[in-house]
């Protein structure tokens, strides 16, 4: 009566869980940041940013028409411009350290998006953190962006400002910019 009672706990523990993970799994599909990337977002018809890859990403990208990858990833994993050159899509790594990010890292950032203005363009790092904060700088630095605009897409992914190295970085270099 015993291994009977455990069995059917087993049983029970084992079909939540299983619901569960359903239930999981269908939200992130259906969630707004849903896509070929963690914490995909798209700005607009030709910039989204996001995250790690998920599966089958690279092929997802290609169709929506991503031609260039700009990852702000320091440590990017192995192959990575490999799988992206499979699709056709151009693979740029700025390696932009999570603690430590410098006016470099942006000014570099700012090139490669200025040299692919026309492109579809993904900007990419681990969590979508670097790529949405880099993103919002850019519109509000270089393209003029009002900053009320920029901050809906840097806070659909994050809020910097609960982050005391990005909340500054952030502030720093909108304060060294001509426009400010």
């Keep these: 009566m015993l291994k009977q009672a455990a069995h059917i706990s087993l049983l029970f523990v084992a079909s939540t869980l299983a619901m569960l993970s359903g239930y999981s799994a269908d939200a992130q599909m259906n969630s707004e ?5 963690m914490n995909y977002h798209r ?4 910039l989204v940013t996001g995250g790690h890859l998920l599966d089958g990403g690279t092929a997802a990208l290609k169709e929506q028409g991503v031609k260039v990858v700009i990852d702000l990833r320091d440590e990017p994993p192995s192959g990575e411009k490999g799988r992206f050159a499979e699709q056709g899509i151009e693979w740029i790594n700025i390696p932009v350290k999570w603690s430590d990010p410098r006016e470099a890292d942006f000014e570099r950032f700012s090139e ?3 040299e692919h203005q026309q492109d579809h363009v993904l900007v990419q790092c681990a ?24 901050e809906k897409d840097l806070h659909a992914v994050w809020n910097p400002d609960e982050n005391d190295t990005w909340h500054d970085y952030i502030n720093d270099i909108k304060a060294a910019s001509p426009r400010q």
Excluded: C, F, I, W
């Excluded at 940041?33 to 990337?37: K, W």
């Excluded at 850019?138 to 003029?144: L, N």
């Design 127 to 150: 969590a979508n953190y670097r790529a949405s904060a880099m993103t919002y700088l850019y519109r509000v630095v270089v393209e003029e962006v009002s900053e009320k605009e920029a």
């Design 112 to 114: 490669a998006m200025r």
């Design 43 to 46: 700005v607009n018809d030709r």
């Design 33 to 37: 940041h849903s896509g070929p990337v």
